[in-house]
């Protein structure tokens, strides 16, 4: 169903009444610099974010910045944060429109995706949850363990996420080339538009 969704947004969303005109999607992918553009921004509001998400951590982890308080840090690091996330999933979502059925049979984007599930569902327990009596550790040097695991969870979802985004590029795993069955299951290969071919050579 996804697939399908897909294949329509790509192939008819944008298209004029001409049997050659091009979809939204296919403009996007043809042109000359807008989408290394958006990639360049991508990657730009990546490093802000990134940058400025580690600093909240390595506070809340007890490393960094010991002497301030929790509340501080973040009250001024995080509209940075952000403003920087919001960039980063609005020409994320934007590169994807380029290629959908690419990425929606890359086992990298895939993974990235179900990290990303993590780390946001990391940021509202912390919203929710762990925050709730951060007054009582605010300026602990060493907040409480529920503030560290959060912490840690964080920077670890966001290195895998940002290591996923990267070998996204690689083609390692393309459907079409001949791969261990493990991964034509897990990429859905069978349908994809090169479909799948197993370590004998034999398309399946
Ligand atoms: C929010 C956190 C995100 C992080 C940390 C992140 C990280 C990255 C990184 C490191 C790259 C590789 C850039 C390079 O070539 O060097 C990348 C590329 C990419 N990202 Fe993201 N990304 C995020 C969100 C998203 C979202 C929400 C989407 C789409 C739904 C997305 C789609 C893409 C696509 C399509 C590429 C291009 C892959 C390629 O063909 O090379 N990203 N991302």
């Known amino acids: 169903m996804i697939r399908d969704f897909l294949v329509w947004m790509a192939t008819e969303v944008g298209k004029g009444p001409g049997e050659y005109d091009p979809s939204w999607t296919d403009l996007l992918a043809s042109s000359l610099n807008f989408w290394g553009l958006l990639e ?19 506070r809340l982890l007890g490393v960094s910045f010991k002497r301030t308080s ?9 509209p940075l944060t952000i403003f920087g996330l919001v960039l980063m999933i609005a020409t994320g979502v934007a ?11 890359n086992i990298w984007f895939r993974l990235k995706l179900v990290f990303l599930v993590v780390a946001a569902i990391n940021i509202l327990i912390f919203h929710f949850r762990v925050q709730r009596n951060i007054t ?10 529920k503030a560290r695991l959060s912490a840690m969870i964080s920077i670890l979802s966001w290195i895998l996420i940002i290591t996923f985004g990267r070998f996204i590029a690689y083609d390692w795993y393309n459907c079409g080339k001949a791969l261990p069955d493990w991964a034509n299951a897990v990429q859905e290969c069978q349908s994809s538009e090169t479909g799948a071919v197993n370590l004998k050579g034999v398309a399946l």
């Open 70 to 78: 929790v509340s501080v840090i973040s009250d001024r690091i995080l």
């Open 40 to 58: 360049a921004t991508h990657v730009l509001s990546l490093m802000l974010f990134a940058g400025t998400i580690f600093i909240v951590d390595l």
């Open 95 to 105: 590169l994807f429109y380029a290629k959908p059925l690419l990425y929606y049979h």
């Open 136 to 145: 009582e550790w605010d300026t602990l040097e060493r907040p409480p363990a």
